[in-house]
């Protein structure tokens, strides 16, 4: 099969392989890793996946080696194990395979890892970690968006209180989304829309102002000419919501400023405040800590690209063997929306392992 594989550890050497074997088959995640879910696993002929800053130089042992990279999936179902109770073969599914995981290392013990295998022809996952995607969209703007889609999900809703009926979302508040044209900033922006935010405002260069407009911003912030936190751009205790996709220094103590009585100040990326405010609340998640049991908020999320309410609208294809072009790309910065990976050859033809 054709794959992007990690050759050395910590993908410190990587490269695409035309002709990569063996293939993965059934029941070697539960061999690889320790400590899964109580989950079947599922053989995937991958369709497409995408490019996410977590995916460069993952924590890779000499135990798992090569290992095929990659997170974001979207395939085609061709195997189950016998007690899989919610995926059929013939599935068009999603879910996001970065789990991080602990593997068994040379002389007892264990280390952390990542799961992977989104880079390749054929893919596995647990069954916990995928839910049958949604039927609106192409499978290239489907894989582009399991983890940022999650990651922004639970940002809002374990960590900002979106889903409570009685608390500040009741109260349509301010949502302050930092870096809005990214992956993690596209779907925050369209996620405090759907929960009911009335003022979404988003940092972003003046060439995205109408990408993130569209996407529910209602006052946007050019960041080469303004600072968020002057309080001639946001007044102090003005906003309800700070979420953080982008990690400048002092950016928490900054949040707490513009932050209300009962506000949340959310970061993906560990710039936390160095004192919190009293009666506000702050927190900092990594969302492949939490992904080996996500297929419930796929579903939800299911639910919301369907009622077009979460989609990603910017897009930019690579082919499989592209991956490094794609990182560098990234890895340059400004990218808007997400960089997709073509990983099937044909998305009709039916795969044979």
Known sequence: MRAYVALTANAKTQGYLPSFSPPPKLGSLRKKYLGLPQ???VLL??????????????????????????????????????HCTR?????IVWGDIGANVKVAVAGGGNTSTKELGAFGEFSLALETQLSVAP????????????KVALTSYKALTWYADALNATGIWAKRPTVLVLGGSGGTGTTGLQLARAFGA?????????????????NGATKLIDYHSENWWDDAVVPADSVDVVYDTVGQSGTGDRAMEKLKRGGYYVTITGQLASRVKEGT???????????????????????????DRLRMKSLRVFDLSEVPLAFNTSQEGHVTGK???????????????
Request: aromatic share 6%; proline share 6%.
């Open 87 to 91: 995926l059929k073969v013939g599935d």
């Open 198 to 214: 009335s003022e979404i405002i988003t940092t972003t260069s003046p060439r995205n102002f109408a990408y993130c407009a569209s």
């Open 45 to 82: 002929w991958t369709l497409a996946s995408s490019i996410n800053p977590s995916d460069f130089h993952p924590a890779i042992p000499n135990e798992t080696l090569p290992q095929v990279m990659g997170s974001d999936v979207c395939g085609s179902v061709i195997a189950v194990e016998s």
């Open 339 to 353: 960089l997709v990976i073509a990983v099937g050859k044909d998305a009709v033809q039916k795969p044979t392992v």
């Open 135 to 146: 039927k609106n969209l192409n499978v290239l703007e489907i894989a582009s968006l399991p």
């Open 39 to 41: 989950s079947c696993e």
């Open 281 to 307: 609340h702050q927190a900092f998640f990594i969302n492949s800590d939490t992904n080996l049991d996500n297929y419930k908020m796929l579903e939800d999320l299911v639910k919301l690209v369907e009622a």
